[in-house]
């Protein structure tokens, strides 16, 4: 089979490798749609790589192509998405299931090959069936799905309630519509473009603020009539938006992080005193897992896409590459800004 695989820093080739078996308990999937996940960057354009040669990807969608023994709840032909953890089952964490704090779990698409290719191996519950209804875009998109809704339940979430998104991009706007689906009272995005909050709005969002423009914060505070949000997810990772979730956060508020941040941070004393002197409950989030694996996440990602409840818009896609131009694709990742929204490897192409 074709696929994309890693040499080294900066070495991506599209080449010929043998095309995996299904062994025992797991299914071989034909891949369609894989999408660049930001952790996969770095991988490729700088040295995060486990181990030379690789195949990454495991943002992905396809139809299981045969099954291996003993594997009973899919059949050839089935419409899958794939989840890329794979837990050890074993240790402590697992046995709790907290499948994503597992310290020897492996990982498709980094441990082991993933699925930048035209096929991929992986046991059978790492795939999940999706409806006929559902497109296999949207198939690609069940791993940051899960991440959201993982984020949202971090926190004793209740609908009713004042909710707070930082952060515009693909999990701020995923994160938007569960707090939603799940009776938010109010849905509030904070981002710095306005076609993003344009599109938040478009997406079930009460409303958008711009966290750029003078005043966003009175502005803010307005709408919750000075008393600040009950619930304030931050999504990008930034040293401003994770500040910034301390001023928004009411007293006794539930705040969690779920973007990653990429630089250190710090906070000013009385930034911290937030915390003590509105005794709101801070946490974060990681991946997107819970019992019985790969937990009840990825269900109602593939209920809500299907029933259209969890809304997908084609401005998530920034552009859509052949498997054959790999390579291309992640050269774009080096001009900063150029990417707007989730590049998809096409491996049919």
């Known amino acids: 089979m074709k696929a994309g695989v890693v040499h080294a820093r900066e070495d991506l080739r599209y080449e010929e490798i043998e095309t995996p078996k299904a062994g025992p308990g797991k299914v071989l999937v034909k891949v369609k749609y894989t999408g660049i996940c930001g952790s996969d960057v770095p991988r ?6 486990h181990f030379f040669p690789n195949v990454l990807g495991h943002e992905f969608s396809g139809t299981v192509a045969e099954i291996g023994e003993g594997v009973t709840s899919l059949k050839k032909g089935d419409r899958i998405a794939g989840v890329p953890l794979v837990p050890c089952m074993k240790c402590e964490d697992c046995q709790k299931g907290d499948y994503s704090l597992c310290k020897h779990y492996s990982f498709i698409g980094s441990r082991e090959y993933g699925s930048f290719a035209e096929y991929v191996v992986v046991p059978e519950k790492n795939a999940v069936k999706f409806d006929e209804s559902v497109s296999f875009e949207k198939g690609a998109f069940f791993e940051p799905a899960t991440v959201a ?12 309630k004042n909710v707070a998104i930082l952060g515009g991009g693909t999990i701020g706007l995923l994160t938007a519509q569960w707090a939603r ?13 306005d076609e993003r909050l344009e599109l938040a709005k478009r997406l079930g969002a009460t409303s958008g ?6 005043g966003f ?4 505070m307005a709408v919750t009539e000075g008393r600040g949000f009950d619930y304030v997810y931050e999504t990008a990772g930034n040293t401003i938006t994770m500040k910034m979730a301390f001023k928004l956060a009411a007293n006794k508020a539930g705040v969690c992080f779920i973007g990653t941040p990429t630089r250190d941070l710090s906070f000013t004393v009385d930034e911290w005193e937030n915390i003590n002197r509105k005794e709101f409950t801070l ?4 991946m997107s897992y819970s019992a019985p694996f790969p937990g009840d996440e990825w269900k109602l ?9 969890l809304k997908f818009d084609d401005s998530f896609i920034f552009k859509k590459v052949p498997l054959s131009e790999i390579a291309d694709a992640f050269e774009m990742y080096k001009t900063p800004g150029m990417v707007k929204g989730k590049i998809l490897i096409d491996s049919e192409k």
Do not use: P
């Open 209 to 214: 603020i711009n966290s750029a423009k003078e």
């Open 301 to 309: 990602v593939a209920h809500y896409f299907a029933t259209g409840d």
């Open 283 to 286: 946490t974060g989030s990681w």
């Open 149 to 160: 809704l993982h984020g949202l339940r971090r926190l004793d979430y209740r609908g009713g």
């Open 217 to 220: 914060m009175d502005e803010a």
């Open 181 to 193: 689906i799940f009776g938010a009272k109010q849905v509030v995005v904070f981002d710095i473009l």
């Open 44 to 49: 490729v354009n700088g040295d995060a790589c």
